[in-house]
């Protein structure tokens, strides 16, 4: 496998500095990606940039994952109008932890020379006085050159702190103790990022070679992937509830799985490319069998299934499956009896509940009671919307059809206090207490 016609065919190769597709065919190149700590768990806007890491060891060459330990502690002004909220070295070092965990799902740590490796700027930074930096790092980069990088003449306007614009320097010493040290030849990142990663080459290219003429060759390389968005132009990786998580305690796999489920058809060529591993004649393929018949969204599961498995297990996408069968698909009574007890909860978060107490139940005369006097008006406003959805066939309770408004209320409850309310395309939960 050819690392850089795979991002080429995939559409994930934006830019690289003369000569790095040479190096990459000369043998085995170690690279690396860095990743700042700033939150919990990785997000599925990382997600483009760790397929880079993929692919590269898929490749035969050796993968890198930096975790920004001490630059996570300044963060990195890119793509930014405001400086960041600024986090302890607690709850940084929970986040390393985090996104170390995550990462082991993507790359495999234990495939002999090739093996992925993860290493934390703080361990070498922490010995490393601010005097020292201005000597190793500083003396070699112009203030003029670091100036003219995208990510700081956007902020000069607005302002920017000392600590914001020395951070192409710190990374750009990351990739030259990386050089030294480990053997790392490329750094790759998001389009966003080039800037901070030539930073990186040319320091590298200064201190070994002496000389600040750009004509002296590069020893190190840069490598970036476009930054995702969707077709209209809008940022990509976010839902109704914020960034899509990895983490399944922040995004649970349905909520996951249904992300990947409601992209747009003109969305689902790139995402199918830059977020699964299918080969190219088995997209073409799917691509094919989609435009026959695009309400079977064939692309759309394809990458659900693809992406879900890899990011949450098999167990997670199968929960997934079950979770959108019952509150969208055609699940049936035994569906619902057949969830376990510790997936109801799971499949069930996020949608509405209410409590009904023994007393409000005893007084349910019938199954329109329920609905609207029991429930506090949650799930209908009066007994006259009750009544007239009943009629209209709008309504289920447990999957099953009511059609008569005066029924009397004889439910079975699931996990022996619920009953789902389904009204259209709208469930709602009777929790009995």
Not at 188 to 207: A, P, V
Not at 334 to 363: C, H, K, M, N, Y
């Amino acid at each position: 496998m050819n690392f850089i016609e795979e991002l080429r065919w995939r559409g994930m190769l934006h830019d690289m500095t003369p000569g790095t597709e040479e190096q990459l065919q000369k043998g085995m190149t170690a690279g690396y990606i860095g990743f700042d700590p700033t939150a919990a768990s990785l997000h599925i806007g990382n997600l483009a940039t760790i397929m880079l890491l993929v692919h590269l060891q898929r490749a035969g060459h050796k993968p890198f994952a930096l975790v920004g330990g001490a630059t996570g502690m300044i963060g990195d002004p890119s793509g930014r109008s405001t400086e960041r909220d600024y986090l302890s070295e607690e709850t940084l070092r929970r986040n390393q932890e985090g996104i170390r965990a995550q990462l082991t799902r993507f790359l495999n740590f234990d495939s002999g020379e090739n093996a992925a490796e993860m290493v934390n700027n703080y361990d070498w930074f922490k010995e490393l006085s601010f005097l020292d930096f201005l000597r190793e790092a500083g003396q070699h980069i112009t203030v003029n050159y670091m100036v003219a990088k995208d990510s700081v003449k956007k902020r000069l306007e607005t302002g920017l702190s000392f600590m914001e614009f020395s951070y192409q320097l710190l990374q750009g010493y990351d990739f030259y103790w990386l050089y030294k040290n480990k053997g790392v030849r490329l750094q790759m990142g998001g389009s966003d990022q080039w800037g901070n990663i030539t930073t990186g080459t040319e320091l590298i290219r200064r201190k070994e070679s002496g000389s600040a003429d750009p004509s002296v060759e590069h020893l190190a390389y840069a490598l970036t992937t476009p930054l995702i968005t969707k077709a209209d132009g809008t940022k990509f990786g976010k839902s109704a509830g914020g960034n899509v998580w990895l983490d399944p305690a922040m995004t649970s796999p349905y909520q996951f799985y249904q992300f990947w489920l409601n992209a747009t058809d003109d969305d689902c060529p790139r995402l199918i490319r830059v977020f699964t591993l299918l080969p190219k004649e088995e997209i073409e393929e799917l691509e094919r069998q989609h435009a026959e018949a695009p309400h079977l969204r064939i692309l759309q599961k394809a990458i659900a299934k693809d992406v879900t498995i890899r990011v949450h297990s098999q167990a997670g996408y199968e929960l997934a499956v079950k979770a959108s069968e019952v509150l969208f698909g055609k699940a049936t009574l035994d569906t619902l009896r057949s969830i376990e007890s510790d997936e109801f909860d799971v499949i069930f978060e996020g949608v509405p509940q209410t409590e009904i107490t023994a007393d409000e139940l005893a007084d349910c005369k019938d199954i329109t009671d329920l609905l609207s006097v029991a429930s506090r008006g949650e799930v209908y406003a009066s007994k006259g919307e009750a009544r007239r959805a009943i009629t209209q066939n709008a309504v289920s309770l447990n999957k099953i059809k009511v059609s008569d408004p005066a029924a009397p209320v004889a439910l079975e409850w699931l996990q022996e206090r619920y009953v789902l309310v389904s009204k259209g395309k709208k469930n709602h939960l009777l929790k009995k207490v």
